[in-house]
């Protein structure tokens, strides 16, 4: 895989072994590069959690983790919030995320 549309994972389910633990409400960005520091989930308790892009294995049909303890607590939340730019402060109109987490403009073909 070469990447994807950021709005395209933004609907994959974030699963762990098949269950379905939430799914991301938003894309956390590092504050000094157009790298993917993590997304942040709604998950199915109703809590909101943070999950590193470490920690992610981006699939064609969900993003998956090998735990559900790699998915950090809302407590947590917040200090990734403040570190964080969130994907719509970088004005893409159409945000492409590679395998790496590096965030650039979609290409278009000609």
Known sequence: MTGRAAAELLLLPVRMHGIQLGRPVEI?????????I???LRCGDGAHRFLPFAVATLRADEIEVGSALTLIDERELDFYRRQARRLPELSF?????EDDGTVHEAHRAA
Do not use: Y
């Open 28 to 36: 956390l960005l590092d504050r000094q590069t157009d790298r993917v």
């Open 38 to 40: 993590g997304f942040e």
């Open 93 to 97: 109109a159409e945000p492409w995320i």
